[in-house]
């Protein structure tokens, strides 16, 4: 058995082919070469042209299949077929949904792509089987693979060593950026926003010109990203220039709306482009939820009247509502308004995972598009000087053209013999061997003069491009604003189409301001089944409520549909429920734990309305409390806001508003005691303090109250009596107390 502290190999001299090492290094040599397979083989993208391996070799394939942009389609499944059988040994269905997505333009800012068939859409539909779909690639992806056959990059073998595979596409276009790019590897991922071409085009063609610009100064050319469903950026500037300097930060991206006006002065708001990544049908699925669950009582109706493009109707409850209020409280609670969060991670030069800067991306791709045209350029210049050795030895040839044709018929070895005969080279021997007769008519000594000359030219001029440094970076714009001009603002698809806005000024409506003020009663019984009454219940309306077989009664009080009522639960957490959206009177109503998150466990302790600016005094079963502000105890969730913290078994068991300057607790040992509220810290959550000091038993009640009015109780009798001499009574806080008065209720309760 394998050792898994000691670190130290141990070899096996029984058998040279086995070798024992221990579980911990097996374990992590194997589960590093796995991490860095995921992170440079599948999940990062490459700095210079932008794709993962996928990718890059489902390009390839339709580049080997000849799918121009302007040729014919091919089955889906054969494009993946190929790139499964030739070079990418995983699964054909994971091929597939990649070659789908290059083809989608709700994801693509620049499909590389172009599909025929349905390939999926922005409700979130998965595209056709691939056997019922067709594919070729587009103008944008033809750009990618530029100079592919002219030596611009390097090869390697693909996984059986049969074939071989670009290890990067030349990419004339700046793809990383374009399109974005995102991937979860081991230990790290990538998320990056498509941008557009013609500003990424500018910022490179700057950097080019000012190596060292500043961060500042490529904002202004890259102002954001631009996603390709559009939508409008309400990020700040700052925070857009600093994730671009560090290449983490987020992007906070909004639907586009409008106001339709409609016949009587009603009117509809009209969302024509949603957030980038968001399915139009889940989000309309979303806020129809918040309408059901009258979470947005300012909202009447959503529908869905999108056809080639986006179209969503939302419709006021009201033709008085304000529209700008209304669209504010959607952004805050669905994703009409979203954040698109960045982490530029990719490889630098194929093999270094990085976090990098807008700079540093745009410079990766302008080093590649350098090294790219020098190789392309000494490839060029070799097949230049293989044609001119070829057309001198043509104008040899013409020249005593009846002594070549009286070789070739007359002697036995006529290559050797012309070599010999016109001191001509190998090759050029054998291209005159292996002119065909038709040839000869076209053999004509001007024409052949003229083509060495212009290659001669050409040859000078690259000659001059290799030599010269500002020769190439010149050259370089030059083919940047080529690609600028085709795939820019002014193409078909160039226009840039997320708007930078800022965040309009808007006070936050509370939500009791947006719901029609009502009356209603509540009613809640003792096994927590909650319901709300319309109108104020008279006591004889009251009587006849009626509820589950061995059910009663608990809380019954009158409340309005704008106001919050805080429960609190014996486990010390307060949840908070809206008049508005209590099951209506009909039936027994809905079990509140429900609505909200209490456990089965958890008894209710109290129910009330919350009036703000109130203090409440809590205490628990042991006769530990303290002061809290009422504001501070409303919960945002349905989990509840722990405010009380008790033990196992204790419980919360009062919580009372502060009336008054004076503290009166009973213990279970029927000793009272009275002390001023002032030695009671105020706490936003804790235990708290001791209220009252027992020897057996804890805490029965307690109750707050203005020592010049005297404590109050009812007698045994039901008559109130009032106690304004409480001297034997009063003490320190966390003291014992004395003994009840007489006529203290048996129940020992205030």
């Not at 056709?128 to 944008?140: D, G, K, L, S």
């Not at 466990?601 to 006769?623: C, N, Q, T, Y």
């Amino acid at each position: 058995m394998a050792d898994l502290t000691n670190d130290t190999d141990t070899p096996d001299d029984s058998d040279g082919l086995t070798v024992t090492e221990t579980l911990r290094r097996a374990l992590g040599e194997r589960y590093l070469n796995y991490a860095l397979s995921t992170i440079m083989h599948r999940a990062l993208p490459d700095a210079r042209d932008g794709l993962k391996p996928v990718h890059r070799r489902i390009l390839y394939a339709m580049h080997q299949l000849k799918l121009d942009s302007n040729g014919r389609f091919r089955k889906s499944s054969k494009i993946s077929g190929d790139v499964m059988g030739n070079y990418h040994p995983h699964g054909d269905q994971a091929i597939y949904d990649a070659l789908a997505r290059l083809a989608q333009d709700f994801n693509v800012r620049y499909p590389l792509v172009d599909g025929q068939g349905n390939f999926g859409n922005i409700d979130g539909d998965n595209p056709a089987a691939a056997r019922y779909t067709e594919a070729r690639m587009t103008a944008t992806a033809e750009a990618m693979l530029t100079g592919l056959s002219e030596n611009a990059v390097d090869f390697r073998d693909n996984y059986d060593g049969s074939l071989e595979e670009p290890i990067v596409l030349p990419a004339s276009i700046p793809n990383l950026l374009a399109n974005g790019s995102s991937g979860i590897a081991v230990g790290m991922a990538t998320n990056i926003p498509p941008h557009n071409i013609g500003e990424l085009c500018d910022a490179a063609i700057h950097l080019i010109k000012a190596p060292n610009a500043r961060d500042e100064t490529l904002l202004d050319y890259v102002p954001g990203p631009d996603f390709p469903t559009g939508g409008i950026m309400v990020e700040p500037r700052e925070n857009i220039l600093e994730a671009y300097r560090t290449g983490r930060g987020s992007f906070r991206t909004r639907a586009r709306w409008e106001k339709e006006e409609l016949t009587r002065g009603q009117w509809q708001i009209v969302v024509t482009e949603i957030p980038y990544q968001v399915q139009k049908s889940k989000l309309i699925e979303k806020i129809a939820e918040l309408i059901n669950a009258k979470k947005i009582p300012i909202l009447a109706d959503i529908r869905d009247e999108s056809t080639e493009d986006v179209r969503i109707i939302l419709e006021p409850r009201a033709k008085t509502v304000d529209p700008v209020m209304l669209m504010e409280t959607l952004f805050r609670s669905s994703d009409l308004e979203t954040r698109f969060s960045m982490n530029m991670n990719v490889l630098i030069d194929g093999l270094t995972p990085k976090v990098c800067s807008l700079k540093e991306v745009l410079r990766a791709f302008i080093d590649h598009r350098r090294e790219v045209l020098l190789r392309r350029s000494k490839h060029r210049l070799d097949k230049i000087d293989r044609r001119l050795e070829v057309l001198e030895g043509y104008i040899i040839a013409f020249l005593n053209l009846d002594r070549v044709i009286e070789i070739i018929r007359y002697e036995d070895e006529p290559k050797a013999v012309m070599m010999a005969e016109f001191t001509l080279t190998d090759v050029q021997a054998e291209a005159i061997l292996n002119m065909r007769l038709r040839s000869l008519r076209k053999l004509e000594e001007m024409e052949l003069r003229n083509e060495r000359d212009k290659l001669l030219i050409e040859r000078a001029s690259l000659e001059d491009l290799l030599a010269s440094e500002e020769l190439q970076w010149k050259t370089i714009i030059d083919q940047l604003r080529d690609v600028r001009k085709e795939f820019g603002k002014q193409s078909e698809n160039g226009a840039r189409r997320t708007e930078l806005a800022e965040v309009p000024d808007f006070e936050e409506v509370p939500l009791e301001a947006m719901i029609e003020k009502e009356p209603i009663t509540v009613v809640c019984s003792a096994m927590g089944w909650i319901r709300a009454m319309k109108g104020h219940l008279t006591p004889e309306q009251q009587a006849k409520l009626k509820f589950k077989d061995g059910d009663e009664a608990r809380f019954v009080f009158h409340a309005e549909t704008t106001d919050r009522l805080l429960l609190l639960g014996s486990n010390g957490r307060f949840y908070t429920l809206l008049g508005s959206v209590l099951p209506g009177g009909r039936g027994m109503g809905e079990p509140v734990r429900l609505i909200v998150d209490l456990p089965n466990e958890v008894e209710m302790v109290d129910l009330f309305i919350h009036k703000p600016g109130r203090k409440l005094l809590m205490a628990s079963s042991a006769g530990d409390g303290f002061i809290v502000e009422e504001d501070s105890v409303i919960a945002q969730t349905r989990s509840g806001k722990q405010v009380l913290n008790v033990k196992e078994g204790i419980k919360a068991l009062i919580c009372k508003p502060v009336i008054g300057d004076h503290i009166a607790c009973v213990g279970e040992n029927r000793k009272v005691l009275v002390f001023p509220v002032s030695e009671l810290p105020e706490m936003g959550r804790g235990k708290g303090v001791r209220l009252q000091k027992y020897k057996d038993g804890g805490l029965n009640d307690a109750i707050t109250f203005t020592l010049a009015d005297g404590l109050s109780w009812l007698d045994p009798a039901g008559r109130t009596r009032t106690e304004t001499d409480l001297t034997e009574w009063t003490g320190k806080r966390a003291s014992a107390g004395r003994m009840a008065p007489r006529g203290f209720p048996r129940n020992n309760r205030f």
